[in-house]
């Protein structure tokens, strides 16, 4: 059952997670993992999963965080899949609505930081994410409407077995995923799957421009925004910003 608290526009819906309708994101708690990190294969797990493969850990429920973007608006896509065409292995890339990714620090709260700029590519050193840095002036951050990283709300998977319910991005920790597992809660748009993809990411630790990531355990918030535009994976259709004119 959904949380009465789902009435209001900005409200603590389950245990570390926030959800802010009138701004159109969902906020969780969480913790920075560290390094060194070898390579990267998800941007955010559950504790006690993939701390070895990831940049934060989240403190909420996968299933917490699913409720939390369907109450923001969202309709889940599907995680990536793949089946046999013949004698050939058809790969399904994730679909789902877009998605913006962001740290927020608590000694900075008014300067969200894209989270694709701590991921780097392995082989060039590019970040994930190019977003340019505001200037040193600059009062506050302005998300950008499209802010990178092309993330998904793919929605994971829901498995029976053992005469019990499974959601497998809590069962395997697969909350925010660079490369494709399958059951990941928030994907993106790549055909790349997990087997292989340690050879692509790793940690960015220290962007040009951004903010340093804290200290190991350091902890801080990761917002999730709706990305403003027409999504054909959106059953909402075209999402404008509050207060837009048609």
């Known amino acids: 059952m959904l949380p009465a608290a789902a009435d209001v526009d900005v409200a603590e819906l389950f245990p570390s997670v926030t959800l802010d309708r009138a701004a159109g994101h969902v906020e969780v708690r969480g913790h920075v993992i560290g ?25 909420a429920r996968a299933e917490h965080l699913h409720a939390a973007l369907l109450l923001l608006g969202l309709t889940p896509g599907t995680p990536a899949d793949a089946h046999w065409q013949g004698d050939t292995l058809v790969q399904i890339p994730p679909r789902g609505p877009g998605l913006g990714v962001f740290f927020v620090f608590d000694d900075a709260p008014d300067r969200p930081v894209p989270a694709g700029v701590y991921v ?62 399958g059951d990941d809660l928030i994907a993106r748009d790549t055909s790349q799957a997990a087997d292989g993809g340690n050879g692509l990411w790793t940690l960015n630790p220290a962007p040009e421009g951004w903010p340093a990531l804290p200290a190991a355990g350091t902890a801080l918030t990761v917002r999730l925004t709706r990305v403003w535009g027409a999504s054909e994976d959106d059953a909402h259709g075209p999402l404008e910003r509050p207060g837009q004119p048609r």
């Open 120 to 181: 780097a590519d392995q082989a060039t050193n590019a970040p994930l994410n190019p977003a340019q840095p505001p200037l040193p002036e600059a009062p506050a951050v302005q998300i950008p409407a499209d802010p990178g990283g092309g993330w998904l709300f793919a929605g994971s998977r829901l498995v029976e077995a053992r005469e019990r319910s499974y959601f497998l991005a809590e069962e395997n920790g697969t909350l925010i995923s660079l490369v494709n597992f």
């Open 35 to 59: 390094g060194p990190v070898e390579w990267l294969e998800l941007l955010a797990c559950r504790p006690g999963t993939r701390e070895h493969e990831s940049v934060v850990t989240l403190d």
